[in-house]
């Protein structure tokens, strides 16, 4: 362009700027740079004070690409400047950028070409939000789900989400006759312009093309002391604008018909805009709280119910007390939407329902909204919880500080009686720095709460390192009666902003810092910061941080960012899979050693126990090593080695065995060495179809299918319980005929072993011991399996019939209990105590069987199990047509197979369960069918077959 600088460019890049002389350059520099060169640069100055316009119109007269523009007085926003800049543009398209922030290289280029391909009049690119404050380089990619690949439409109609989250103007190309056609311009004197300019342009474009390249960095200062437009959410009139702009686009949607649009919008305001004000709120005065909430009444008190469907219970709860505002309700609710998992008030029981507060109950919406019951806060002991810890108290003096605070006690989880004891805990927040815990000395019940009080003497105690660990945090760790509970300290209701700064001595010493600056953090909980007041502290800080950006600073902090991404590539999947494949390669086999696994690490349980438990029973000479998944394993025995499943002892755990021994897969990119043995006890007969039945894996690709198969192939032995599991699971994951192992399930030799037998289960009895479970009453089973979503996920467990009605109609004739599936979870209200009891969190299924007189389950494969206990079944199929047609299909018809009752509705099921000596008697001959038809290889001796096999004799293992 610049040899025919009368040629029309391709595009025109308007940077708009107002008081930022130092980043203008490089920011018109990422235009010129680009790989595109036919653009030219629009600086459009709002009229700044700081030499800016001087620095655009030197930029110009370096290049005939650039020019430069000055408004005749500031405008207040970015709206106007740009819309100087497209008046004067030549280009056939138009791009913005602030000058705070950056293009990427091939950015016009890759825009233009999207442009010209589909005839777009407006293409959108993928935007990346950098920290450049983070030590890190932490960069977050923008809504990118709507940018993995190139897609165009026709109407903003087929695609809502683009409307509603990215409403952003700087990561877009507009044809510029579009604009100009459809009088698109920023509106003027009000913030959130990019809002309206973005629906406006989204609903005139008659096409639009998304690309999944990066176009836009939008550099992000953190820590900034003066907080951009948008994050002015303490002046109320930075909420009256975003309302007034919404208020706009609601009247441009109405008068084009688009009610599904404004619905999407109205959800995306009530989940996101709405909330970004929310977390500020129980930080400002009681004024600006009350024309907030007349403000969001207005608004939003016309939306349709549809709009608050999928917010979650609790951000239904915020929105409903902001609107009563009700302050003393709304701060603890807050406090939860904004730290998700914990529990902020001391909740209500009544009418066997659990509320978030007494209030509003009279109201029925209110009752509606307040329940929380489902939330499952009343069911979770205090070890699970993460409590609400207001601080209540905070004064400073020449030692430290003193601190109080309330410890919310919701339905008095803590007893009053309860053995307490607590320590505050300062933590750098940088891992794997140095902690201070301080005792607390007061502890008590009051009302709602458990207060507390300590002197926690910082200037002697606390010795922080002095310049890598500037930021600390503060936790509560409370022990009840031996369970120990953690929470952070929530400020709220005090004010830090007059707080002092505390004196400390740093290891480094006073000349890097010399106090303890206490702030409240993102989320509400009280930090504290190193900072220097002293003046050898200030000028030992200054030159820190002048050397730190020296050559060989930058050049050690480059070392040290190699040296944390080496470190984190290690831990990667792809870095394991490598070692652990180098591990069988080089290291030996270590003879007689077993790893199991259930249920992908999940629960010590299943056929994988059964065998464990008979090869202890006979003292078998082996080495055990039970693998485990998550944070902690829970229910497993004592004296087993136990490996985190994907840490480095897992990987080497199974290079090196002897045998692997589980019921659902290890890994399916770990290969499996010839020396080793691998028994496959799988977890259950099939009525749904699995494996290469199923569609999904048919419609995989030949590399797909083929990796599956070689995972599979791993199998040395697949254990099956009858002729049907040699029908269907067999060939469904090809596994060749000299492979089954037709033993039977090893879990299930209890329940073969029980069918006769006059006494209960010894595992039984202590699990209705331990529930205090009644066994003068029968014990009847519901046990459903899962469902999926369309999506492939796992819905969520709903009951297909109202619990209360069930326990209020059987509740003093038997006890139920509820197993869903692993995958699933459930929580029940106080009204039905006593009378069910949700035992889905037990680790192994069998002792609940045994427990169980009767059972109620749907497609789940437990009926093939619990069949040979030849007890009654009842078969709850509710959702029959569309779990078949939508699901993977099954391999029979279970209304014509069922040995039992198959039942549709509520009420039949209901009536069934009415008699069931009844129920017993008539389907004893159906029962002892079904056992022939699919499990007649349980005989109860399957595990003593299993270790016969492969180590009562070890030279005949393989």
Known sequence: MSEHPDTTPDISVVVIVFND???????????????????????ADDHSTDGSYEVAQQLAARSDRVRAIQLAENSGGCGEPRNQGVAVARGRYVMFLDSDDTLELNACRNMLDAAESTGAD???????????????????????????????????????????????????????????????????????????FSAQAYLAATRITLIPNTVYYWNVVEKAVEKSISNRRHEISNFADRVEIHRRIDRILAELGHDELKLHKDRKFLKNDLVLYLRDLPFLDDDYRHRFAEMTRGYIRDFPQAAYDELSPIHRICAYLLLQEDWANLSPAIDTLINTNKVSSPLLERDGRVYWCTEHLDDPLGREVLDVTDLGYHAKPVQRLSLRNEVTDYAESPSGITLAGALVNPLGVIPPDAKLKAELEFRARR?????????????????????????????????????????????????????????????????????????????????????????????????????????????????VQRNMQSPPAELAKKMARKVVSVRKDLQSGPRKIEAYHRMIRLLPVRKGTVVFESHLGKQYSDSPRAIYEEMCRRGVPFKAIWSYAGERPTGFPKDVELVRRWSWSYLKALAQAEFWIDNQGFPLKLSKRPETTYIQTWHGSALKRMGFDEPKYRIQSEHEQRSYQEAIDRFDHFVVRGRHDEETLAPAYRIPEEKLLRTGYPRNDALVRAKD????????????????????????????????????????????????????????????????????????????????????????????????????????????????????????????????????????????????????????LFDVLTDLDALASDQEGRLKEFVTQYGEYDRGDAAAQIVDRFFGNRGDAR
């Open 21 to 43: 002389a130092e980043r203008l350059p490089t920011a018109v520099q990422s235009v010129l740079d680009q790989t595109l060169q036919s653009v030219e640069v629009i600086i």
């Open 122 to 196: 407006l293409v959108s690119g993928l935007c990346v939000r950098v920290h450049t404050d983070n030590r890190h380089g932490k960069t977050v990619k923008w809504y990118p789900w709507l940018y993995r690949e190139t897609r165009t439409f026709d109407s903003i109609a087929e695609i809502p989400d683009l409307l509603v989250f990215d409403t952003l103007s700087t990561n877009k190309c507009y044809r510029r006759e579009f604009l100009l056609e459809n009088g698109l311009t920023f509106p003027r004197g009000i913030h959130y312009e990019d809002l309206l």
């Open 431 to 543: 891992r794997s720095l140095q902690t201070f815990r301080f005792p607390v000395e007061s502890l008590k019940h009051e009302g709602e709460s458990v207060t507390w009080r300590a002197a926690l003497p910082l200037a002697a105690a606390l010795r922080p390192v002095g310049i890598v660990d500037d930021v600390w945090d503060v936790r509560l760790h409370l022990t009840v009666n031996g369970e120990r509970t953690t929470s952070r300290l929530t400020v709220s209701q005090i004010s830090l902003e007059d707080s002092g700064a505390v004196r400390i001595r740093p290891r480094l010493g006073r000349m890097m810092a010399d106090r303890l600056q206490p702030h409240a953090s993102a989320k509400g909980h009280l930090a504290f910061r190193l900072t220097q007041h002293g003046r050898l502290a200030r000028r030992t800080s200054m030159l």
């Open 757 to 908: 037998a006059e006494a209960l289960d010894p595992a039984a009895r202590e699990l209705a011991e331990r529930l205090g479970i009644r066994r003068d009453r029968p014990v009847v089973l519901y046990a459903p399996t899962f469902r999926e979503q369309a999506n492939g996920g796992v819905r969520k467990f709903e009951f297909p019939f109202d619990v209360d009605a069930f326990a209020d109609r059987f509740g003093d004739r038997f006890t139920l209990l509820i197993r869903t599936h692993y995958l699933n979870n459930v929580t029940l209200p106080p009204s039905v105590a006593g009378r069910v009891v949700n035992v889905s969190e037990e680790p192994d299924i069998t002792p609940v069987l045994l427990l169980a007189d009767a059972m109620i389950t749907d497609y789940s494969s437990v009926m093939f199990d619990y069949a040979l206990l030849q007890r009654p079944m009842v078969f709850f199929t509710y959702d029959w047509e569309e779990y078949v047609n939508n699901s993977r299909g099954t391999y029979f018809d279970l209304s014509e197979q069922a040995p039992g009752p198959v039942v549709r509705t509520a009420e039949e």
